[in-house]
């Protein structure tokens, strides 16, 4: 792509937004009043707001490989904080996609280097889940599996901060696990039983 296209291309967004709404960037500067959290893949072809058809200032979006919140991560753990605390959004979705290389590249045994302590916290979704993945003979189907098993994982590791469990004791705030499948566009809920895995989890990792 020739980067200067990508100054033309938004000229014509600005162009073909103020044709519809003179005061559109107007009204976008005065501030984000955002319902939805979402967290999902850095993968380039995997944009949030298309797949879910919103508009700016509907979605607070965070990004990172494999749709990853670990205890150790400030960057993840702060968008969380933000959002939930200050933004007060209603629902926090964790979606992951099919054909993932973050999930493929922690199924590889091998030295990635830098990426190696990222790729650790996936590879610790496939050891909490080992017995089950292993069972599963067909490598595609192990795969798209490990998708779903991690999206539920972030999740949990979620419900364990102090931020998710005021927001979802105190405002009701509900927790949703999704995947999107690459090969038909299609957005899939997992439907998590998250109030019972609530109810587990606060029995050793409550703090509020």
């Given at each position: 792509m020739d980067i200067q296209q990508i100054f033309a291309n938004n000229r014509k967004w600005i162009e073909t937004k103020l044709?519809?709404?003179?005061?559109?960037?107007?009204?976008l500067a005065e501030g984000q009043n955002p319902r939805i959290l979402y967290i999902g893949c850095s993968d380039s072809r995997v944009t949030a707001e298309e797949l879910m058809g919103v508009q700016p200032?509907?979605?607070?979006?965070?990004?990172?490989?494999?749709?990853?919140?670990?205890?150790?991560?400030?960057?993840?753990?702060?968008?969380?904080?933000?959002?939930?605390?200050?933004?007060?959004?209603?629902?926090?979705?964790?979606?992951?996609h099919y054909n993932c290389g973050g999930i493929k590249s922690a199924m590889i045994q091998q030295d990635f280097g830098i990426l190696n302590p990222w790729l650790r916290a996936i590879r610790d979704v496939y050891h909490i889940h080992h017995d089950e993945l292993e069972l599963i003979t067909d490598e595609e189907q192990k795969y798209r599996r490990f998708v779903e098993l991690n999206v539920q994982e972030q999740c949990i590791n979620i419900i364990k901060t102090p931020d998710a469990q005021r927001a979802i004791v105190k405002r009701n705030v509900t927790l949703h696990g999704w995947v999107w499948d690459i090969h038909t566009g299609e957005l899939i809920d997992l439907k998590i039983d998250f109030h019972t895995m609530l109810q587990k989890i606060m029995e050793i990792y409550r703090i509020v």
């Open positions: 044709s519809a709404d003179v005061d559109y960037f107007k009204k200032g509907e979605v607070f979006v965070h990004r990172n490989i494999a749709n990853m919140v670990p205890a150790n991560d400030l960057n993840s753990l702060s968008v969380l904080s933000y959002a939930v605390t200050y933004l007060k959004v209603d629902h926090i979705v964790v979606c992951g």
